[in-house]
């Protein structure tokens, strides 16, 4: 044998010599939890959403071990909880006895669009935080009544479902009737005619920006969006939405349950009527409220001085904002008017004292975290105000 080979083969023989193998063991211990519901069966689909009746969910727990034991053996509780809209909310504990719960009943409210179930060994001294989830449910999607809904009994309100990111109708049967009642430069104002209220139940969208493409009186198919609370105002942020002229440009689901529901009204949508305000509206704050962000009209309210004290003075010059006091009853109620941001051409220190036959606009709430709001009207357009020898009609 030649030196060369000799020394591979030497070689070869010193790394098999220093080789060996070495078993490492699995200890035993807590993996995952299987999350098994049992009722209902059907848990819904993204073409097909649960009844809006759908809120009694049945499951049962099973712990899983990391040698593949089915069940591991666990004694203690741990946590449910429930995934919606981007947030995770604690609902009960659950307790496990030899690895397997009972059969547990949970009842869900307020839950809408999709959402999961998830349990979190998070509890007692020393947890694992090994978890499980259930399979997707397929809630309906919320309404604007029950994104504006609040359970709260005064001022400020705020929505129930503040902080999640929602998709506001957009199903069969439940496209609604939503419809832009004015365009902003930071985003849109819509109104749902198909709310079950009296009235309208209206909300800001606020884009950043100008929106594309959206005008007044356009129909909206869907929104989605963050719901926040602004000084008092319930809106939606970093929206995204289909529009009904979209949806006919589009070849989805959505757009062809859309189109079906809103095509009798295309076309048709030329004119919306303001809900008129008396100052006995003013005295019930939840009515109020419930009008946040629709169109309204005001009669007969005198335009007050501006300059009367200087933070009326500082107001109008920064905001354009100035006062009216509605005269439509024994008492009267101050309102705030926002003209100057869409009808340039009308100069309000020039009506000083006089009455507006009528001024609409959109109704937002202004409240610094008290129990008293200042409501304010915004303008839309010059067609929205009539005093003396300053009212415009249209041809």
């Not at 200890?27 to 999350?35: I, Y």
């Not at 356009?218 to 970093?238: A, M, P």
């Not at 959109?362 to 009212?391: A, M, P, Q």
């Amino acid at each position: 044998m030649n030196k060369f080979l000799y020394n591979i083969l030497l070689l070869l023989i010193l790394i098999i010599i220093s080789c060996k193998t070495e078993f490492i063991e699995i200890e035993s211990e807590l993996q995952s939890f299987e999350f098994k519901i049992l009722s209902p069966e059907n848990l819904g689909s993204e073409r097909e959403l649960l009844p809006s009746d759908t809120n009694r969910i049945v499951f049962r727990i099973k712990a899983l071990g990391s040698k593949g034991e089915d069940p591991f053996v666990l004694n203690k509780e741990i946590s449910l909880y429930l995934n919606f809209g981007g947030k995770s909310t604690y609902l009960k504990d659950v307790k496990i006895i030899n690895g397997l719960s009972n059969e547990e009943t949970i009842e869900i409210t307020n839950v809408y669009g999709k959402a999961h179930l998830m349990v979190v060994d998070d509890r007692g001294e020393e947890p694992t935080y090994a978890s499980g989830s259930s399979d997707e449910i397929y809630f309906r999607n919320p309404s604007l009544y029950e994104i504006q809904k609040s359970n709260e009994e005064k001022p400020p309100f705020s929505s129930n479902m503040r902080g999640y990111r929602v998709s506001i109708r957009g199903q069969k049967n439940n496209i609604g009737m939503m419809i832009v009642t004015a365009v902003t430069n930071n985003g849109f104002y819509i109104s749902d005619y198909a709310s079950k209220t009296d009235n309208p139940t209206s909300l800001f969208v606020y884009n950043f920006s100008r929106p594309y493409g959206v005008h007044r009186y356009q129909l909206l198919c869907q929104l989605i969006g963050r719901v926040q609370e602004h000084l008092g105002n319930t809106q939606v942020t970093f929206p995204d939405w289909m529009t009904y002229d979209d949806c006919k440009q589009a070849d989805s689901l959505l757009c062809k349950y859309c189109i079906e529901e809103l095509r009798p009204l295309e076309g048709k949508i030329k004119k919306i009527e303001p809900i008129k305000l008396k100052t006995s509206t003013t005295y019930d704050k939840k009515l109020m409220e419930s009008l946040e962000s629709s169109l309204v009209e005001i009669e007969k309210a005198t335009i007050l001085n501006m300059f009367e004290s200087s933070y009326d003075r500082d107001t109008y010059n920064e905001y354009g904002q100035y006062r009216v006091r509605l005269n439509d009853e024994t008492a009267s109620a101050i309102f705030l008017i926002i003209s100057r941001d869409n009808v340039s051409d009308f100069d309000p220190t020039k009506y000083i004292g006089k009455d507006f036959s009528y001024v609409r606009g959109i109704l937002t709430e202004l409240n610094f975290g008290s129990e008293n709001s200042k409501w304010i009207i915004n303008v839309r357009d010059k067609y929205d105000i009539c005093v003396e020898d300053f009212c415009p009609k249209k041809d």
